[in-house]
């Protein structure tokens, strides 16, 4: 294996080193039927995926979070899995002493529950441990990786490879509409897999994916991200070229030509992909083997004003397939080519690959048209974005394809790099094409030295003097007040966020 892409505990600030008399987790996990099995930190995406993966297999599941919010919260509830609030150290007895503990990546050695497990005799280990070797194990793993555009296309893939009649099992960083939950034991030799690039457990500090046991990669982007573990842009790439390093003998990697890091990367590993004899598809929308000609929109239900993007693929020694894929924007065009890509090169038939893609009705948070408002009759879009390239596109699109609507773009700065500065002047950048901006200040900065934070107020300085509409709004009520008293019944309330946004859908809504 590669050397670790963020070994150093500098790079996450909040988790202390390690100690060479600290306890480890387990090698081997060993679980007998019907084991306990207890999450720490249980609502996160992937967390909660795996939960209802082992709860599927008659385990006993029980968890602990904070501070939860749908959909992974009320996912759990479905299933009949108490979170228990906090992380106390009483939650390790409550419901019996579990047999097998997986900690998540939220989880520091500061934390009550996990000092009184490092204390006791549990087995523990991480998430995406105990997924290499509970759930992927021998399958054939499809990985699909990027700093954007994982869990849209790794819902395609997992939707694809079931209309194959794969029967695959899935793991992905949300809930993908036709299936109506984030994850599924597989029945076959397949597994599809969303492969985050954040790090492990604090005892574990490399990206999660190092453990997803890679037969097959697609590699979306790779751009500069959470601000909290890496350095730089080249930090971010020594830990893609990990994920490269893992693919096996004869393996496949499907990746974007466009993207001028993945070049840097295929360059760099070009002679080890020889000597593997990889096979190594490129797709895009200006380079690549599979391209895309003659994008045009068109209205995929009448009634609800629903759109979709039809075009052709061009494929290497074959002729253009005609795709007509149920979603907007140019970045689900470049996902479809690379599934496309990847099913044909396994050996499957277009005919079929296509029929899925044209079926396929997207992710919750995705752009998902949560409904009209009550009292006001604007439409509320939810939306997941909030690196700056994911902030632009997102807007450029739904204002692209609603034409006569005002757009009104809001925004929570919460994820770890966005209530850092590091991208001040690229959300200038990224919100300059708006027709108006409404944003609170960025959640919780307690943690982050006053030098590095994100400042709003800078932001919608800058904007106003490009001739933005945009505006610095105290709280959700206050951005609720101003859309109340502002929007017409055709404009459009687009939401980009990646946490709950303290209840704005429910308020706008109503």
């Known amino acids: 294996m590669s050397q670790k892409p963020h070994s150093s505990p500098n790079n996450s600030p909040n988790n202390s080193p390690d100690t060479s008399q600290e306890r480890r987790p387990v090698d081997r996990i060993q679980l007998k039927p019907h084991?306990?099995?207890?999450?720490?930190?249980?609502?996160?995406t992937a967390m909660a995926s795996l939960a209802g993966l082992?709860?599927?297999?008659?385990?006993?599941?029980?968890?602990?979070?904070?501070?939860?919010?749908?959909?992974?919260?009320?996912?759990?509830?479905?299933?009949?899995?108490?979170?228990?609030?906090?992380?106390?150290?009483?939650n390790l007895t409550r419901e019996g002493r579990p047999d097998l503990v997986i900690v998540g990546n939220v989880i520091t050695r500061k934390h009550e529950e996990a000092i009184a497990l490092l204390e006791s005799n549990i087995p523990f280990t991480s998430l995406p441990q105990a997924m290499g070797q509970l759930v992927i194990d021998h399958r054939h793993s499809v990985v699909v990786a990027g700093t954007h555009g994982k869990t849209t296309t790794s819902s395609m893939n997992a939707f694809v490879a079931d209309a194959l009649r794969l029967k695959p099992g899935f793991m992905i960083g949300g809930i993908p509409k036709n299936f109506g939950q984030s994850y599924r034991f597989p029945e076959g030799d397949w597994?599809?897999?969303?492969?985050?690039?954040?790090?492990?457990?604090?005892?574990?500090k490399v990206p999660k994916f190092i453990h997803y046991r890679p037969r097959s990669v697609i590699l979306n982007s790779v751009e500069f991200d959470h601000a909290d573990i890496y350095r730089d842009l080249e930090h971010v790439k020594q830990a893609f070229l990990s994920l490269l390093d893992l693919i096996p003998q004869q393996g496949l990697l499907v990746t974007c030509e466009d993207e001028d890091s993945i070049r840097d990367l295929l360059a760099r590993r070009a002679d080890q992909f020889r000597d593997r004899q990889i096979r190594v598809l490129t797709f895009g929308l200006e380079r690549g083997q599979y391209r895309a000609s003659r994008i045009e929109n068109f209205v995929v239900d009448p009634i609800s004003g629903r759109r979709g993007t039809r075009f052709w693929a061009e494929r290497p020694h074959r002729s253009p397939v005609r795709i007509e894929l149920p979603m907007i924007g140019h970045y689900n065009v470049k996902n479809a080519l690379a599934t496309l890509a990847l099913w044909e090169s396994l050996g499957f038939a277009t005919d079929a690959i296509v029929q899925a893609l044209q079926s396929f009705e997207g992710v919750k948070r995705r752009q998902d048209v949560l409904g009209r408002s009550q009292s006001g009759g604007f439409t509320v879009i939810e939306d997941f974005a909030h690196h700056p390239t994911a902030v632009r596109e997102t807007i450029r699109t739904v204002q692209t394809?609603?034409?006569d609507a005002?757009?009104?773009?809001?925004?929570?700065?919460?994820?770890?790099?966005?209530?850092?500065?590091?991208?001040?002047?690229?959300?200038?950048?990224?919100?300059?094409?708006?027709q108006c901006v409404l944003m609170p200040p960025p959640f919780n900065q307690?943690?982050?030295?006053?030098?590095?934070?994100f400042s709003a107020e800078v932001l919608i300085q800058d904007l106003r003097k490009s001739r933005v509409d945009a505006h610095l709004l105290p709280d959700v009520d206050a951005i609720v007040a101003h859309i109340k008293a502002h929007a017409r019944p055709q404009d459009l309330v687009l939401v980009m966020s990646n946490g709950g946004f303290d209840g704005i859908y429910a308020k706008l809504l109503a």
Do not use: W
Not at 191 to 204: K, L
Not at 409 to 433: C, I, K, L, M, P
């Open 35 to 44: 084991a306990h099995v207890h999450f720490m930190g249980i609502c996160g």
């Open 54 to 90: 082992l709860h599927s297999q008659g385990y006993k599941v029980t968890g602990s979070d904070q501070n939860v919010y749908p959909p992974m919260s009320t996912q759990l509830a479905s299933l009949g899995i108490q979170i228990m609030n906090g992380y106390q150290a009483a």
């Open 191 to 204: 597994f599809v897999i969303e492969g985050d690039e954040y790090d492990t457990a604090f005892f574990d």
């Open 401 to 403: 394809q609603y034409p």
């Open 406 to 434: 005002r757009v009104f773009s809001v925004f929570e700065a919460r994820s770890a790099t966005s209530r850092r500065n590091v991208f001040q002047r690229e959300y200038a950048e990224a919100f300059g094409e708006a």
């Open 446 to 453: 307690s943690g982050i030295p006053e030098s590095d934070r």
